[in-house]
């Protein structure tokens, strides 16, 4: 921010508080008041809440540095007063938030942002994020859906060698060629944890009840929702690769079945895709995969995502289509945060960062998020404090190359 105004800030409100004090009030009481008035007025106008990472003691820091965070941005085809109607209307008008927006997602220097619920793509975010020394790549939701998942990157750092995108409506296409998916869609118990609220996407046209019969799985798992690939290879050092793959998964805590498909192919296209590049480039890639998953931890999701690790405990029945290894990262440093989604209706962790565990890439510090009871979420989000609902998730890694 330019010093100029911050000084000329300051001078105005020195200046204001001193013709309060000059005004003949009857008394204390109204003095106060008018205080409080110019108080609130102050904090209205206050700036996004800007966090930093923590490093973890005794990790090993020698290797390239790499940052990444995850961030659910809330599409502003989705900000609609009905649907927060305990934010403050000025923070939901876009002229504010997206300038907000630019701040938080510059004070994190990260060299890769992965952004879900991307909905001005072209006319806003490439263009204002490139131009901070970024590049991206982004696949918009199908269907009549405005918002999609984008990646952005540090080009003077990293170099796309490859890319594939997902769209998980090609479930219904597999339903043809392999029965057996059906049968692994076993019913899943709800977590009394997850969310119990209408979904942002409630107001928008094409809803569940106008396409069909839900029980038909043709019908069920066409929910529009998408993810993408990516490969990047480190201008440090030309012989190590890093696969970043960026998702939104379905939010209807009744449709868990549909959210374990997803995250199944997801992990499938993922394995096959690392199998690519490591043919390709004869490496073996590092992989990071992040988003809003739209799962609490502990539940279905959750435990397949990380089955693959063989230092965690059998979550899930032995067999042969168990999916790469992957650990969550906040998980693995500290213990999974809180929530990472806050408003009134619920309010728990839905987005993750998750690493392939293995000597050539170690996390080294996270990204802090606030406290329940800290007083920028007071009330939900979004607030003048936070311009989404979700909060950001971040990590610093340290790649050990030969």
Known sequence: MDNRFITTTRKNIKQSKQMLLNLRLPSLPCRAVVYSCLHSKMSATTGPVIRKFIPVEHSQTHGSKLRLVSYNILAQAYV??????????????????????????????????????????????????????????????????RDGCGIFYRNNKLELVMQEK??????????QEEEALCAGMDKITVSDTERDTASKEDLQPKDTKDRGDPNDPRVRLKRDCVGIMTAFRLK????????VANTHIYWDPKWADVKLAQVKYLLSRLAKFKTLVSDKFDSEPSVLLSG?????????????????????????EQREDLPIPLDSVYAYLRGEPQFTNCTPGFTGTLDYILFSPSGSINPISYLDLPEADSSDVKGGLPNYYHPSDHLPIGADFVIRTK
């Open 80 to 145: 609609k007063s009905s649907l927060f109607p305990h934010s403050p209307a000025p923070c939901l008008k876009w002229k504010a938030r997206c300038q907000e927006l630019l701040t938080v997602l510059r004070s994190f220097e990260a060299d890769i942002l992965c952004l879900q619920e991307v909905d001005e793509y072209d006319t806003f975010y490439k263009g204002n994020v490139e131009s901070h020394g970024y590049s991206s790549v982004y696949i918009q939701r199908s269907g009549t859906k």
């Open 236 to 243: 440090e050092s030309s012989e190590h690769f890093v696969i």
């Open 292 to 316: 809003d998953f739209n799962s609490v931890p502990g539940d279905k999701v959750y435990e397949y995502l990380i089955s693959g690790n063989p230092s965690m405990e059998p979550q899930l």
């Open 166 to 175: 997902i769209d998980y409506n090609d479930l219904v296409n597999s339903i």
